[in-house]
């Protein structure tokens, strides 16, 4: 994933931010399970640094 918009300063911990990201393995990996209102979670190696909520995609 590729933050492409959103705040450079890095988020209080607990505190909702808006981004707009990029997948850059497209079109190798299958994105078709992305639906609005799915959870995920952002990872460096094994442990997690965000979760998000999908809520909205564009082509």
């Given at each position: 994933?590729?933050?492409?918009?959103?705040?450079?300063?890095?988020?209080p911990?607990?505190?909702?931010?808006?981004?707009?990201?990029?997948?850059?393995?497209?079109?190798?990996?299958?994105?078709?399970?992305l639906?609005?209102?799915?959870?995920?979670?952002?990872?460096?190696?094994?442990?997690?640094?965000?979760v998000?909520?999908?809520?909205?995609?564009?082509?």
């Amino acid at each position: 994933m590729q933050f492409v918009a959103g705040d450079d300063a890095p988020a209080p911990i607990g505190v909702p931010i808006d981004a707009q990201v990029t997948f850059p393995y497209a079109p190798q990996v299958n994105y078709e399970p992305l639906r609005l209102g799915v959870q995920f979670q952002i990872l460096e190696g094994r442990r997690i640094v965000g979760v998000g909520v999908i809520t909205e995609l564009t082509a």
